[in-house]
């Protein structure tokens, strides 16, 4: 469709992040392997950091990725590295009372700093900065609703947030459809393409083998090992660590009954100029709010332009028809931004779980780390390694998640099928404010 008043001369699908990080086009390993010690299937953030830890205490790790390297999720997201789980305080503690909420919140923060510290003692070149987020709230009842949660979250996780109302939120942003917002402390953003391509360097540094374009087919359990064939041959292999979230197809059933994949979407405008995007978010912090049907607004890394998020899980069509509802969403947020022309608009899969929290453990044997539920770049990266860990039989290796079930629903197969009419609820439910 020609839009001339939207889509900026080279206008791609593909992330923005994929211009300073382009995937891997060319498969380097000759062929698959006979055997190997540890198969990991899936090459996003989690799948790099299990065969991170595993490469390095000494086990033949390789690792298969159906597309190129880092294909999924993990080099298209918006690079929020936050420290709260999907599912928040108020609801955890209802669900599991305060000691084990407080547990799982915890985790949040742990899978953090376990990130931050990955970067630094990896020296991972992935324009990492501790700017804080700002949560817009949707309404005023959200905003003494976040207000309240986020005091009772300090009392039990160290928590820096500062409530800032209405009347003072164009300190933090250009805009005047929020109801004020809390600004947090201590998170921050990364480059995702960068960060991935640093990880998996370090993972082929340790002796890791990558094989793209080699998707997994099916793995058999025999005696103590698994045959798991693939595209290109047949590989025997004493563990197999599944990392393939939003992703996970039949070749892993089990897991595929578990994870509900959810289409999320961004846009990269054309460049603005560093101080008008100053204007628009003056702290530089990240900026998402309080919907159902979230909005999520950054600058990119090299301050030029508004990366832009909405519409997650609502499948309108082709990208260029997403690139123009997404840019009138922006346009609610920063209204001087409603005629600016948009250079990228992609999209990649999250991966959710019915009970709203992220899961690994064993399935038949099978390792596997999932359903991050939009939170991956910190948790999936913490839940690769500790997953590596509990292979490794390692005693660290425990997490709060460890004793939690990780729930199915009968007939589910893996097609959420039932996705466009519960987001049609809560896009209603957000307009009234709920
Ligand atoms: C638009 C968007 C914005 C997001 N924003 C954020 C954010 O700001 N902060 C945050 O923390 N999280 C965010 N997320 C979520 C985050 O990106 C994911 O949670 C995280 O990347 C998951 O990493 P992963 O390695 O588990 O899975 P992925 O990166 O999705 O990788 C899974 C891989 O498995 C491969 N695969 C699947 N089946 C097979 C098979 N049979 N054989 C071989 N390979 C296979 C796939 O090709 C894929 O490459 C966002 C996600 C999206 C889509």
Request: a positive charge; hydrophobic letters at 40%.
């Amino acid at each position: 469709m020609a839009d001339d008043d939207l889509l900026a001369p080279g206008f791609t699908t593909d992330p923005y992040w994929w211009d300073a990080a382009p995937r891997p086009s060319a498969n380097t390993e000759p062929s698959a392997p006979a055997a190997t010690d540890v198969a990991v299937v899936g090459s996003g953030h989690t799948g790099m950091a299990a065969a991170l830890t595993l490469a390095r205490a000494g086990r033949k790790v390789t690792v298969f990725e159906a597309d190129a390297p880092g294909y999924g999720a993990s080099t298209r997201n918006a690079g929020y590295v936050g420290r709260t789980l999907y599912s928040k305080f108020f609801k955890l503690e209802k669900t599991f009372g305060t000691a084990k909420a407080t547990a799982l919140a915890r985790e949040g923060k742990t899978a953090h700093d376990y990130l931050v510290d990955l970067i630094e003692r990896e020296q991972l070149a992935c324009r990492y900065v501790n700017c804080g987020r700002f949560i817009a709230a949707e309404t005023p009842k959200h905003y003494d609703h976040m207000a309240r949660e986020f005091a009772a979250l300090a009392r039990h996780v160290p928590t820096d947030v500062t409530m800032v109302p209405r009347a003072e939120q164009r300190s933090e942003l250009a805009s005047d459809r929020y109801h004020g917002g809390a600004a947090l402390n201590g998170t921050g953003a990364v480059h995702p393409g960068l960060f991935h391509n640093e990880l998996m360097n370090r993972v082929l540094s340790a002796g890791a083998a990558v094989l793209g374009h080699t998707p997994v087919t099916d793995m058999r359990r025999e005696g103590d090992s698994f045959e798991v064939t693939t595209t290109r041959g047949r590989v025997r292999a004493r563990n197999v660590v599944v990392a393939t979230n939003g992703y996970t197809g039949t070749a892993t059933p089990a897991i595929r009954r578990r994870i509900v994949p959810v289409g999320a979407y961004m846009i990269a405008t054309e460049p603005l100029g560093a101080a008008r995007v100053a204007r628009l978010l003056p702290t530089l912090r990240t900026m998402i709010d309080t919907k159902i049907n979230i909005y999520w607004a950054r600058m990119s890394p090299d301050g030029e332009r508004i990366l832009f998020g909405a519409r997650t899980g609502i499948d309108d069509g082709p990208l260029e028809t997403k690139a123009r509802k997404l840019r009138a969403h922006m346009a609610e947020v920063f209204p001087e931004l409603a005629a600016i022309k948009v250079t990228h608009c992609w999209t990649g899969n999250m991966g959710f779980t019915f009970d709203l929290l992220p899961h690994h453990g064993v399935i038949d044997g099978v390792h596997y780390a999932a359903g991050f539920c939009g939170v991956g770049i910190p948790m999936g990266s913490y839940l690769g390694h500790k997953t590596a860990l509990k292979l490794l039989g390692e005693r660290d290796a425990a997490t709060a998640f460890d004793d939690l079930p990780f729930p199915t629903r009968p007939f589910y197969n893996g097609n959420p099928w039932f996705l466009p009419p519960m987001l049609a609820y809560w896009g209603v439910r957000d307009r009234m404010g709920r």
